[in-house]
T-cell receptor, first 114, second 114 residues
Framework: AQSVTQLGSHVSVSEGALVLLRCNYS??????LFWYVQYPNQGLQLLLK??????LVKGINGFEAEFKKSETSFHLTKPSAHMSDAAEYFC????????????FGSGTRLLVRP | NAGVMQNPRHLVRRRGQEARLRCSPM?????VYWYRQLPEEGLKFMVY????????ESGMPKERFSAEFPKEGPSILRIQQVVRGDSAAYFC????????????FGPGTRLLVL
């Protein structure tokens, strides 16, 4: 069965510092992987997705993630944090076949200090 | 192109009342998914519908919960005889096709049961 683990329910960085949000997955078949961002009292917005093409995926707002099969990881990074990046981030997995169920991690809340 | 619409955004019900949550998918999308987010948790899949058909309701509680997506009009998630444990954010997503297609999320309905 597929599952997602996000290490660290809260991550705090200074403005301008590197952002690293961790996501590890388990999947018995090639996965599709997603990162979504949720701002307070809003829905989820897709940041980026991996669908078995390039292992380094670039998304919106300067975020990117690298798929590492050997480590079963899909960590999200951004070189320089901005105050507007403060939000909750969810990693999700679905199977590489036609499965439609997104399986979400428990989320990581990113705090950006001025 | 309007995004996924959900209403109401906030809903307060007393125990034993009924809650009706509405979701209008993005234009051209015929696949609708409902997810529930309990406090401090990630989203959990509830049900997947196409027009006039329930495809997968494996994530729905066995009692009191039902969903529909009629030929005309929005998708409805109905919760009968609500209990305090039903308090959560309910998100609707839609996609053009199932599976590998990106799911676009609405802003959610936050249900509070008193």
């Amino acid at each position: 069965a597929q599952s997602v683990t996000q290490l660290g329910s809260h991550v705090s960085v200074s403005e301008g510092a590197l952002v690293l949000l961790r996501c590890n997955y388990s999947s018995s078949v090639p996965p599709y992987l997603f990162w979504y961002v949720q701002y307070p009292n809003q829905g989820l917005q897709l940041l980026l997705k991996y669908t078995s093409a390039a292992t380094l995926v670039k998304g919106i707002n300067g975020f990117e993630a690298e798929f590492k099969k050997s480590e079963t990881s899909f960590h999200l990074t951004k070189p320089s944090a901005h105050m507007s990046d403060a939000a909750e981030y969810f990693c999700a997995v679905t199977r590489g076949d036609s499965s439609y169920k997104l399986i979400f991690g428990s989320g990581t809340r990113l705090l950006v200090r001025p | 192109n309007a995004g996924v619409m959900q209403n109401p955004r906030h809903l307060v019900r007393r125990r034993g009342q009924e809650a009706r949550l509405r979701c209008s998918p993005m234009k051209g999308h015929s696949h609708v998914y409902w997810y529930r987010q309990l406090p401090e948790e990630g989203l959990k899949f509830m049900v997947y519908l196409q027009k006039e058909n329930i495809i997968d309701e494996s994530g729905m509680p066995k009692e009191r919960f039902s969903a529909e997506f009629p030929k005309e009009g929005p998708s409805i998630l109905r919760i009968q005889q609500v209990v305090r444990g039903d308090s959560a954010a309910y998100f609707c997503a839609s996609s053009f096709e199932q599976g590998r297609e990106t799911q676009y999320f609405g802003p959610g309905t936050r249900l509070l049961v008193l």
